[in-house]
């Protein structure tokens, strides 16, 4: 049984195969700016580590209360998480129930695997369309959060609409691949 994190020594994780020049192109672009992304959002988690510390040490130490740190690290929770989903996703890391994959033929496997693409494909272009809207709505609207801090809303919308329509372009990706007969290594059956 597979966890999506047994790779093979000879291909690096994420690395898509596919027989379309054009889908291979997309690919490697798509793995570049997945790279830059994780470099970024590791980065931002450890900020949002030494936003937290300061935070306590400030109200336990010297009794003063900061009223920015918990939506800053909020934000970059929100912005981490969302901006990651297609890199994971290249990996094939997501959570996914594989009772099937063991006791399937390989060909209905790849068949149910490509099914599943799609599925996601249509359901995270959704997600993302609406991600874009709240943007829109929060950008045009000035919106901010309630607090007294109120920094503003179109951030966090913003992150997650950036990180859901990745998150379907990489999926979209691997629809296209496992159609046209490529072969997707890292992490995929």
């Excluded at 993302?128 to 929060?138: D, N, P, R, V």
């Excluded at 179109?154 to 379907?168: E, F, H, N, T």
Aim: hydrophobic content about 50%; some cysteine; proline content about 4%.
């Amino acid at each position: 049984m597979s966890h999506g994190f047994e790779f093979e020594p000879s291909a690096a994780p994420g690395t898509l195969m596919p027989k379309n020049s054009a889908l291979a192109v997309l690919a490697r672009l798509l793995n570049w700016v997945n790279r830059i992304v994780l470099a970024l959002s590791m980065l931002a988690l450890v900020l949002t580590s030494c936003v937290l510390t300061y935070s306590v040490v400030t109200r336990y130490f010297l009794k003063v209360a900061t009223d920015w740190q918990d939506e800053a690290a909020v934000f970059m929770l929100v912005g981490a998480t969302f901006m990651c989903t297609a890199y994971v996703q290249s990996l094939r890391g997501h959570v996914g129930i594989e009772a099937l994959a063991s006791i399937l033929p390989a060909r209905v496997n790849r068949v149910r695997l490509i099914a599943v693409d799609i599925a996601s494909t249509l359901f995270c272009s959704f997600f993302s369309w609406k991600s874009w809207t709240l943007f829109h709505e929060a950008w045009s609207e000035g919106q901010t959060t309630s607090s007294s801090f109120a920094p503003p809303l179109w951030i966090p919308y913003g992150m997650m609409a950036v990180g859901m329509s990745m998150l379907a372009m990489q999926l979209f990706l691997q629809s296209a691949i496992g159609l046209s007969g490529g072969e997707v290594k890292g992490g995929n059956k």
